[in-house]
């Protein structure tokens, strides 16, 4: 009985005790080499169970230091972190600060600049007024055929400027006494343009002659460029009433006009009179 009993015993030290025993080892040396904690673990779960907390040490005092000096490393570091941020936004705030600066400084720059500009044509048409003044008592004493004679002596603009600042009576008189009525008629033309222009600046008043000057020049071309900007209805209404009364000047016209405007007009007038359009664009050909 007694050798039966111990057989029994020795078959479970054998088959189950020893096996798990040894099994149980291998895991704990594989976790050390693996690097698990492993006696960090067993010690915090014994100190986290009741009764072997009694029979478990607690953590050593090195691994107490190693922990403290964890907290106070990452301490440190939080407190770099914070300190670091504190002096972005400091920076952020200065920065923000001289754009608010530069930004007011620049908006007196314009406002300063809007003064100059306002005193600057002030004296300008000051100085404009002065020098209408001081040609207009000069052209009073001139006979009106002398005065004539200066203007055909001068440039188109220079002769345009210095009428336009005398009066109407001494225009009309000087006008009158000029040899050549071909441009006497252009000043004219462009003393009546000026007289719409509020510009007292003297090299502005010069090109805005040049541009009325070339207008007259080629008025074919101003009028054909006036067609191309109107709708397609309202140029072929001239360009019908045009061939009814000068034909040639209506074909010259339509010459000049882009080809896609002129395709749009000839186009309207098709609708209205087929025969017109197609003696226009036979004429065109």
Known sequence: MNERHQGK???VLYLAIF??????????????IMGYPVGKTLLAWGNSVPVLEKLVP???IAEAATDSGKSESWKQKYQQKAASVKKKNEEIANLKEQLSSYQNNLEEMKQTNQQLER????NL????????EKVASIYEKIPSSKAAAMLESMTLEDASLTLSMLDEEQQSRILSSMKDSKEAAQLTMIIKEMATLNETNEASLKAKIQEIAQIQNNPTQTLAETLSRMSAVEAAVMIKSMMGTNSQVAIELMKAIPTANRAQILSEIAKADSKLAVQITTSLN
Do not use: H, R
Not at 125 to 132: C, I, L, N, S
């Open 9 to 11: 015993l020795e078959n």
């Open 125 to 132: 048409t000051k100085a404009f007024q002065e020098q209408t």
């Open 19 to 32: 096996p798990l025993t040894f099994t149980i080892i291998l895991l704990l040396v594989i976790f050390i």
């Open 58 to 60: 607690g953590p050593s």
């Open 119 to 122: 005193q600057v044509d002030t």
